[in-house]
């Protein structure tokens, strides 16, 4: 009978049959990127930083480096956890500038696009502002009075907000405002609100409830997803109807399984993976990251009932209150540790679903691994090919082994940095693994 094999974080390999229930088994590491643990405006490295108000978190898309709001300013940290003050300062205002001689009032949220302009969900000056890679900071889009005008630019009104993304194309921008979702076009800054939104999620009024504490994400597909803290379940938003994607509408509880299900206690915030979502949360039942997976199920990543700040794997990390995450290229996701004052890293690895049989006994080796500019396959059975994946779930190269040596080589040197995953067809059957290139 074929077997579904899932190939989950960190290269752990779990085969079940296809027919049964799916249960994701993670390895995970928890770590502390960046805080002392204590409330503070210190730049620094790693604990000898602190932080005020922690918000909004995103990550260069293909860099080193992640911001995060906090209290009145734009921080910055390295991979190493190296944090400074990017642009702002903790005095509020309104000031368009460079760096730290600009000004914003209350930010809440962070969003970037692929060419690594940042921009920013700035509450108290009811303005979309824009920060260039070099820390240029303008106003992007809203007048700075208090509204829900749509309009190009400065023509365009907001009210409250509290969060801000992209879509995976990274050609709009998605806020939500007032109890609505508006949506923003980056190469002109043209707002138009998202209407007609038939409502079956339990809500009145026939538009999606997004409420002060609604965080959001988009995908290529035009769909939307958003959770809200005052409500125990998360909303999809596909072709204008606004459904319960997973959780219930009124039971606030903790239990991982299918969609429908499964239960939330006060979700947070949200990004996506390829077809899946993340999903921070905290409450009576403890404080986790959730993974919503793109075959409908539920796990928790990380966390657990007990509340606190210790690091280690998926079964011994604990968190007080996971409030905004952000998820880089190589599989990083950081989560705002927001009472702890602190920001933590969770390494999770690549999360790939293949339909076929896989033969873990298969004695494959790859060297060198991280690889630079070859890896060499090697292994006990002749290959017949080599299929290297991506992150994304894309087939980067497939070799022809012709079924004529257990070795292969595969040139790597074209290869962007990250984790990848190579699918080795041999004689006596399916292998898969992973390798990183450096």
């Known amino acids: 009978?074929?077997?579904?094999?899932?190939?989950?974080?960190?290269?752990?390999?779990v085969s079940i049959n296809a027919f049964t229930q799916i249960n994701y088994v993670f390895?995970?590491?928890?770590?502390?990127?960046?805080?002392?643990?204590?409330?503070?405006?210190?730049?620094?490295?790693?604990?000898?930083?602190?932080?005020?108000?922690?918000?909004?978190?995103?990550?260069?898309?293909?860099?080193?480096?992640?911001?995060?709001?906090?209290?009145?300013?734009?921080?910055?940290?390295?991979?190493?956890?190296?944090?400074?003050?990017?642009?702002?300062?903790?005095q509020s205002g309104s000031t368009n500038a460079t760096g730290t001689n600009a000004r914003f009032n209350n930010p809440?949220?962070?969003?970037?696009?692929?060419?690594?302009?940042?921009?920013?969900?700035?509450?108290?000056?009811?303005?979309?502002?824009?920060?260039?890679?070099?820390?240029v900071v303008t106003t992007f889009a809203g007048n700075g009075v208090s509204g829900t005008t749509d309009g190009q630019g400065t023509n365009?009104?907001?009210?409250?907000?509290?969060?801000?993304?992209?879509?995976?194309?990274?050609?709009?921008?998605?806020?939500?405002?007032?109890?609505?979702?508006?949506?923003?076009?980056?190469?002109?800054?043209?707002?138009?609100?998202?209407?007609?939104?038939?409502?079956?999620?339990?809500?009145?009024?026939?538009?999606?409830?997004?409420?002060?504490?609604?965080?959001?994400?988009?995908?290529?597909?035009?769909?939307?997803?958003?959770?809200?803290?005052?409500?125990?379940?998360?909303h999809k938003i596909s072709n204008n109807i606004d459904n319960v994607y997973a959780g219930n509408l009124m039971d606030w509880n903790y239990v991982d399984g299918n969609l429908s299900d499964a239960r939330f206690q006060y979700p947070q915030s949200i990004v996506r993976k390829n077809t899946g979502l993340f999903v921070s949360e905290g409450g009576t039942f403890g404080a986790s990251i959730r993974y919503i997976s793109s075959d409908n199920k539920v796990s928790t990543l990380a966390g657990s009932a007990t509340q606190g700040k210790a690091d280690g794997n998926e079964q011994t990390a604990t968190f007080t209150s996971p409030s905004f995450i952000g998820l880089d290229s190589l599989d990083n996701l950081f989560v705002v540790d927001a009472t702890n004052y602190i920001v933590r890293k969770i390494n999770i690895g690549a999360i790939i679903t293949a339909i076929e049989k896989n033969n873990p006994s298969l004695s494959f080796t790859l060297f060198p691994n991280?690889?630079?500019?070859?890896?060499?396959?090697?292994?006990?059975?002749?290959?017949?090919?080599?299929q290297v994946i991506d992150v994304m779930g894309r087939e980067i190269i497939n070799i022809n082994g012709n079924?004529?040596?257990?070795?292969?080589?595969?040139?790597?040197?074209?290869?962007?940095?990250?984790?990848?995953?190579?699918?080795?067809?041999?004689?006596?059957?399916?292998?898969?693994?992973?390798?990183?290139?450096?």
């Open 156 to 234: 365009a009104s907001f009210d409250s907000f509290n969060s801000i993304t992209r879509d995976q194309n990274s050609q709009y921008l998605y806020v939500t405002n007032s109890y609505k979702i508006r949506k923003i076009k980056i190469s002109d800054g043209t707002v138009t609100t998202i209407q007609n939104i038939t409502n079956n999620s339990g809500n009145m009024g026939g538009a999606p409830y997004c409420g002060w504490s609604s965080k959001i994400v988009a995908d290529n597909n035009g769909d939307i997803y958003y959770s809200d803290q005052d409500q125990p379940f998360i």
């Open 27 to 90: 390895n995970a590491t928890v770590t502390t990127l960046a805080g002392s643990g204590t409330k503070g405006t210190a730049n620094g490295s790693g604990a000898n930083a602190s932080f005020s108000k922690l918000g909004g978190i995103v990550a260069e898309p293909l860099g080193d480096n992640i911001y995060v709001v906090d209290s009145n300013c734009i921080r910055k940290i390295t991979k190493n956890g190296v944090v400074t003050t990017f642009a702002g300062s903790y």
């Open 1 to 13: 009978m074929k077997k579904r094999l899932l190939l989950i974080a960190g290269g752990l390999i």
């Open 370 to 386: 991280p690889a630079t500019d070859k890896l060499y396959v090697s292994g006990s059975s002749k290959i017949i090919s080599c």
């Open 403 to 438: 079924n004529q040596s257990n070795n292969i080589s595969v040139e790597t040197a074209s290869f962007a940095k990250g984790t990848y995953y190579i699918k080795i067809l041999s004689q006596e059957g399916t292998s898969i693994k992973s390798f990183v290139k450096d």
């Open 108 to 135: 809440q949220d962070l969003a970037i696009d692929m060419t690594g302009n940042i921009y920013v969900a700035d509450e108290g000056n009811y303005l979309i502002r824009k920060i260039t890679p070099a820390g």
